[in-house]
């Protein structure tokens, strides 16, 4: 017998929850193969077995928390899966009439059936959608995909109409008797309630204790984005074509931003009991948004990236979120953040902190609006609204609208970015 344990996930996390099981009891396994999803904080991680053999026995069912080094299951090392307990039916007298002789082979084929279909490989198929299967009730085996491969990803659990096929109609249910009427009160109004994943519990808890901790501030500007739209416009095709990645507005702010953290060294500093951390690297993280909730996997060493390097990696980072394949190592160690509430619309918000990151970027939509040119002009521009939330326990107001002007200033004649150590 040998025991599967929770591995050692990541060094701020020590507990997850089993989101499920992706081999049952009586199944075969070998060495390598995926037997459990865990959710964690962060990321979904399914678990292999370090054993071949057959799963004998589970020792946490899905929904259950499990800790770092608890068993969860238990493997017989190449031993066979355990034949079901003979039935009273099976003891039948070896002599039988030859009616029930001629219909017992056509039995032992049907019966065959099930067995075989229940005995079909698991879909393939991404963390993501099978707990979207699994919350919505839906059966895999059923979904439709456009993938080569065959994977179910979660768009396609997430437009699958199971009623949409051909399947014998229900029976209506039995209408209510009139002598009981629904009561009128608010308690009576149709609600739905739905457990929140341990990620979106993380992320409630984190953000209240930003909150909490932190004496949180924002200040505002606003960009002309005329000649970075202007010069992305000239180049994008080229760049494209030798870089295999479009060039977007993310690497020109990443860009700004690591440039003016060097000129405000203090929003790239994070506080650690009495003691003041300031790091002397870039890693910059991105928010992502993804089914689940938002995410910040990191650019590391982004102040030694070109856009090209900056582009692959936010393009990289943004699949595999979507995909839920980021690896903890991905989401630890940001020191600053940027988020662009831009891409939904947002006109002007206040992001707030990652903690313990002491500064945040908020980049928003990009809309025409007047501006004055000079005392005699007036010309539609494509402005942006950016927004910095900042601690304000190690960052002062001064610092603070520094960096924003700084970022402004870049973005606005974008070569000087070439410029920039």
């Known amino acids: 017998m040998a025991e599967i344990k929770v591995p050692e996930l990541a060094e701020s996390i020590t507990e997850g929850t089993v989101a499920q099981w992706l081999k049952q009891p009586g199944d075969a396994i070998n060495k390598g193969d995926y037997i459990v999803e865990l959710e964690t904080d962060k990321v979904n991680v399914e678990i292999i077995s370090e054993y071949s053999g057959v799963l004998s026995e589970l020792k946490a069912q899905e929904g259950d928390t499990v800790n770092v080094g608890e068993t969860i299951a238990v493997v017989s090392e190449g031993g066979e899966a355990p034949a079901p307990a003979a039935s009273k039916t099976d003891e039948a007298p070896a002599v039988q009439p030859k009616e029930e002789e001629q219909k017992a082979p056509a039995a032992a084929e049907k019966a065959e059936e099930p067995a075989s279909a229940s005995s079909k490989q698991r879909p393939i198929a991404s ?49 209510k008797a009139p002598s009981q009427p629904a009561a009128a009160s608010a308690d009576s109004k149709p609600v739905e ?73 203090l929003l790239n500093a994070e506080i650690q009991g009495d003691e003041l951390v300031l790091k002397k690297f870039y890693d910059i993280g ?40 980021l690896a903890i190592s991905d989401l ?69 609208v520094t960096f924003l002007k700084r970022v402004k200033e870049l973005i606005e004649d974008p070569e000087s970015l070439l410029f920039e150590a």
């Open 286 to 325: 991105i928010a992502v948004s993804t089914d689940e909730g938002l995410v910040v996997p990191v650019v590391r060493d982004a102040d030694r990236k070109n856009f090209a390097e900056i582009e692959k990696d936010i393009v990289g980072l943004g699949k595999k979120a979507r995909d839920n394949k």
């Open 127 to 175: 963390p993501a959608a099978r707990k979207m299967a699994r919350e919505k009730g839906i059966d895999l085996t059923q979904v439709p995909t456009a993938d080569p491969l065959g994977r179910v990803r979660a768009q396609d659990v997430s437009g699958f109409n199971p009623e949409a096929k051909s399947a014998p109609a229900a029976p209506a249910p039995a209408p």
């Open 193 to 265: 309630r739905i457990r929140m994943t341990r990620r979106r519990q993380t992320i409630a808890k984190r953000l209240v204790e930003v909150q909490q901790t932190a004496a949180m501030l924002t200040t505002f500007n606003e960009v002309d984005m005329t000649n970075v739209m202007e010069l992305r416009k000239k180049r994008k095709d080229k760049f494209q074509e030798e870089n295999d990645v479009k060039l977007g507005f993310m690497s020109f702010f990443t860009k700004a931003v690591v440039a003016a953290l060097k000129r405000s060294p």
């Open 332 to 400: 630890q160690g940001g020191t600053f953040t940027i988020t662009n509430g831009g891409v939904f619309g947002s006109l002007l918000s206040t992001p707030i902190l990652n903690g313990p990151q002491v500064g945040i970027l908020g980049m928003h939509s990009i809309q025409l609006r007047p501006v004055a040119i000079d005392a005699e002009r007036m010309e539609n521009r494509p402005m942006m609204y950016i927004a910095l939330s900042y601690d304000h326990r190690i960052v002062d107001g001064k610092e603070a």
